[in-house]
């Protein structure tokens, strides 16, 4: 077997628990034996995205982002720090949210690079999404009675950065099974700050599409919702807010399922993974697809 799993991350230089997720689904995959080599590597941290394939003895590679959108850093920042010779966004064929892969060489290594569309646009996160509910509120049939955001930070300057979103609350609206689905945002419309405002739920779950918790997810989000005054002091999970319990998950993307992910971007890619895949969601407690998904 030789064929290596590079995971791409963005990391922090200012939060150390910003890589925390990465490592630990590198590690869940890695138990697995499903490569011969797993990598993980970051945009502001050590390992970093141009020297990682040179940690690699592989002649394999599947590249996968663990980036929840498709945009400058899947498209711009990506291929170009690990040199993907003659790539471009459209070998994806994508309309912003069904990116599958494209083949490459490494111009300097001369590795074959099986490069995955990002791991937050896969069908598979609407599962984690669902998984985190029911992480935060100890219910593994969370849903009647319910309400879900799914929260995305949201920019005009991407489009992309909602329809990762919109795509998921979709998925899980056609599901019926929480009583409302909605997709809110921290900086457009509708908004974040307004969660009650858009639910007639008593219970709302949270959910920010987030790789790892920081800044945004840990302070702006639940300060933003009216949960604390203050990040710093706390807050009770639930909170009521407006009349509504509001379950706030943190980032989807601490979840342990999210490993599950990752495998299935490779699979489509063409890896041979389909017994890891069904060990991480037994590990993990992920249930299998819903029927139709």
Known sequence: MDEALVIAAH????????????????DTIR???????????FWKEEPSFREALRTVDADEVYLVP?????GYFTEQVIPREFRLEDWDPALWDSDGTSATHATLTAEDTGQTIHYCGPAGTHDAMSDVIVQRAESVTGNPDVGEGFGLAVVGHGTERNENSAKAIQYHADRIRERDRFDEVQSLFMDEDPEVDDVADYFESDDIVVVPLFIADGFHTQEDIPEDMGLTDDYRTGYDVPTTVEGHDIWYAGAVGTEPLMADVVLERAADAGADVGAAIEQVREETGGAKPATGD
Not at 11 to 26: I, K, M, V, W
């Open 11 to 26: 990391g922090s230089h200012l939060n150390a628990e910003s890589s925390t997720p990465t490592y630990d689904h590198a």
């Open 31 to 41: 138990a697995t034996g499903a490569f011969a080599e797993v990598r993980e590597s």
């Open 66 to 70: 663990l980036f929840i959108s498709e």
